[in-house]
């Protein structure tokens, strides 16, 4: 196998290079019909190939495709019974052309052209990091992940995955993470229908040729995810394989390889969908980390929409400053307990930080699944006023071992409504995203300087608080409206009247008149300052240095 | 200056090869005489060489060292008047020879041999990295970093150098952070009166031509503070001109190489160098990270004794991930504050890490400056239990302006006694180390699993604590014997008795008769267990992987 992929990167280059000369002058055989797609969905070319051999490994195939301004080369993969298939999302309106390339002739100098229209009201198009530490549709609209975890749901029966669906077309989330293999949780009493690899259970299989069935079904979940709202982030490797039973997490690297080709050839056309290159990646023992580096540059070289790429660690944190990582995907539930604690990742990735895994609402005897509604609420919004984000799963046992975490069905915990409660907090929060307001001093506040303002009191149970702010992007006589947010009551209390500034000390400004705001003496209060009026805020263009 | 640079690079890589051959066949011609050195000391060559042009620039000079199994390259430099030389750290006993080569024929295949005596007691060589996490000795002796900074207390006159040397014999620091380049704090009261270039203050200097007196002074005070058993951590450049007056700030990066290079070939041979690239490097604006970058490489590569190389922020952090970083020097004194901010360093650098900078004990009017003795205290315990170390410094301001961050003197602060004290129960801590002995659940416990533990309370102020000790390293039966500690009081009180371990949960183990250890309900305490006898301690080479 090899050989024939090195054989066919040099065929690849030498179209390259000729399909380069023939759009410099100008010249592209149309021989397919004309088509039209919107923005960011889903454009496909479907074509007729050999059968003979191992169409999953002897056969390559490539489409150009170009509006005249930008060339994009998308990988094609085989979909079984002598289709074949290229996926392409386009990102701006306007004709496209396409050709294809592939070492066989069936397949080769195929062409087309198609339009693509403006994106219909809802699609905003892929996610992508915005402002350093945020992400937002392409589009512009901001994107703030409230996301959960379901490993499996696509791995079982029907109803339980339309379930699911239904769940979260009610919950709060607009993330799912969810791996591409099974998971063993549960497996005996609903063993997995589909299998990624054609063979047989539990360990038969033809690691060089997919399984075509298992894969339309995936990407119809997708799409639906999709048609939700709901971001994938796909899980391409982990370590929940059924004592080795499947053997997916032991195969040679050039078959890891090949996996990873056909996911991304297949998938990765779909607006919606972020790699996740590993769960608990260290606990993978059968993996270097060199493995890991190898898979995030194949990502990053072979997925032609460049989706969002990461990877979730176990004990071991991966360096998320490697260029390949777009957004850092973390494991450390003590380091969301406390803003102080998950603001330190900012500082040393520079990129988005995401708790994936905070610890899950449960009742499981294990204590990585422990947490009370409030706890995991508490953390979330620490995690919020940390300039970062949280991450929801839960585990709650019944007698046929159906959990959320591993297979979806219905949420039984307490802390969704309150997770749907703060994405509207972020909803109404500025578009740029929540940045700590006085890094390093006191971690407990997150806003946009001079405009918006959030303290988050967490487990301290204060009678009222005196408006201190950090004086980036104040002056004297601004004025703030103040509302008293209850996180897991779910009230937003308006305080009468309005804070005005005025200097404290060197650092911060308090209200003119000195008024503090009542709180209810509980935990879990936040208050929210949004500007209103009075004098206008300063830029914010070079904020102080002095730390 | 670069064309020169860059001929010298070809002739030495010639006079290498010409090199290799000679020490293959088992010749070297001696025409010095054999002399004799302690392992770890500086063993100088001093040559008579050219003193027309700028030797500065004009001459390199370099020493092949070799007791026949290591080959060590090592540059020389002018120190004016016609002298040349060469200073070298042997790290093995037996005999050594050397051979020089250089551009100029006076000072080029000059050889000699001398013999390397074992180190006499107290020489323990330099410090290096250990157990990733710490520092040792060359010899293996524990290094447990608790420094200090003076930025310029080299700069000041003599009588104030003495005392600074006086107050540091007698105190608990075994590091200090201090700057070759002058600082501007308190310079009109005192100007420095040598300064590192030839030429008149402020700003007529030859950049070219450094001043052998000012180096003169500065190895001298490096040697005191080496015969101290002190580190000196060298800050390289810093951001603490004065308002540009001097303008070493904005040297070419040629300039900043040559200067570089003066320091490592002068100074690189003192086992108690450390390098520290900038201090606050993210604020000296003239340069960029690429900058930073190319001054480590240059260290790397330049440096025959790979002293250690770390770097400090403002509010930038570097990415200390790059290979060039031997640990993490840090300034986030909100990280320091609390054990579980601080070990998250750990997890992304797998490094040493060491808040060199966490606010400083003093009465200054801006807040990174105004800690009072017992919360300094405290954040060097956090860090203690967080697996770090500390730094100290203070400012106490006088009429005069003489600041021991500024210019050493005398210390005014109440914490220095206490750190002392935090020492102390260092050396009688386990040889490897403290880690967190339960990553991510409760970061207020370190030690060694199975044999050493201990609690720091902080702000809480418990009366009494059920000893829980997470699994790792333990089973029933084993006997721990326990101290209160009061950091502050500076008291160690032994508790009667022993602790029995028995199994608490799936995840700690508690006494056996579950008794409570009695604390005094005030701030700043600790529990130390130490493990005395019963059953053995469980091996921890492969601890348990579940989170």
Wanted: contains cysteine; neutral net charge.
């Amino acid at each position: 196998m090899q050989t024939l992929i090195a054989r066919f990167r040099v065929h690849l280059a030498r179209c390259s290079v000729l399909l380069a000369l023939l759009l410099t002058v100008g010249y592209m055989p149309l021989r397919a019909a004309s088509a039209q797609v919107d923005q960011w969905e889903v454009f496909e070319v479907a074509l007729k190939g050999p059968t003979d051999g191992n169409p999953y490994v002897d056969v390559r195939l490539t489409g150009v495709f170009t509006d005249g301004v930008r060339t994009v080369t998308v990988p094609g993969f085989y979909d079984g019974d002598g289709a074949y298939r290229i996926r392409f999302m386009p990102e701006t309106p306007g004709e496209w052309r396409y050709e294809t390339k592939s070492n066989r002739w069936p397949l080769t100098d195929k062409s087309g052209v198609f339009t693509v229209m403006p994106a219909k009201p809802g699609n905003h198009g892929p996610v992508r990091v915005k402002n350093t530490f945020h992400f937002a549709y392409a589009d512009g609209t901001p994107y703030r992940p409230i996301g959960t975890t379901c490993y499996s749901w696509t791995h079982r029966p029907e109803a339980m995955e339309e379930q699911t669906l239904k769940t979260l077309a009610g919950s709060p989330f607009n993330k799912v993470r969810m791996a591409i293999f099974p998971q063993a949780h549960g497996v005996k009493h609903m063993p997995p229908t589909r299998w990624p690899y054609q063979g047989t259970p539990p360990r038969s299989w033809d690691l060089t040729r997919f399984n075509p069935e298992f894969f339309r079904h995936l990407e119809r979940r997708i799409g639906q995810l999709r048609d939700l709202g709901i971001e994938c982030d796909l899980i391409l490797f982990h370590p929940y394989d059924d004592d080795e039973e499947w053997g997916f997490e032991t195969m040679t690297p050039e078959l890891d390889d090949h996996y990873v080709r056909y996911v991304v050839a297949r998938l990765g056309a779909y607006r919606n969908v972020w790699w996740s290159v590993a769960n608990e990646y260290d606990f993978l023992r059968t993996k270097t980390e060199e493995d890991w580096d190898r898979v995030f540059r194949l990502l990053q070289t072979y997925d032609a929409h460049q989706r969002l790429r990461s990877i979730h660690n176990g004990k071991q944190i991966y360096d998320h400053n490697k260029p390949w990582v777009t957004h850092v995907s973390l494991q450390n539930a003590m380091a969301a307990e406390e803003p102080g604690r998950a603001t330190l990742y900012r500082d040393v990735y520079r990129k988005p930080v995401i708790f994936d895994e905070l610890k899950y609402e449960g009742n499981h005897h294990l204590r990585w699944a422990q947490l009370t509604g409030p706890e995991l609420v508490q953390h979330f919004w620490a995690c919020t006023v940390a300039g970062t984000y949280g991450g929801h799963s839960e585990f709650f046992s019944d007698d046929k071992e159906v959990v959320w975490l591993a297979h979806g069905g219905v949420l039984k915990g307490e802390s969704a409504p309150r997770l749907a409660f703060l994405r509207r907090i972020l909803e109404e929060s500025p578009a740029g995203g929540l940045d700590p307001s006085d890094q390093w001093q006191d971690p407990r506040m997150a806003g946009k300087p001079g405009h918006y303002y959030l303290m988050y009191f967490g487990h301290e149970q204060p009678t009222s608080w005196v408006p201190m702010l950090y004086r980036n992007g104040l002056t004297e006589g601004m004025e703030f409206k103040a509302d008293v947010i209850d996180t897991w009551g779910m009230t937003i209390t308006p305080v009468p009247g309005v804070i005005v500034t005025k200097k404290a000390d060197r650092y911060q400004f308090t209200d003119r008149a000195g008024q503090a705001i009542a709180l209810p003496g509980r935990k879990y209060m936040a208050v929210r300052l949004r500007y209103s009026g009075g004098a206008a805020p300063v830029s914010t263009a070079k904020p102080p240095m002095e730390p």
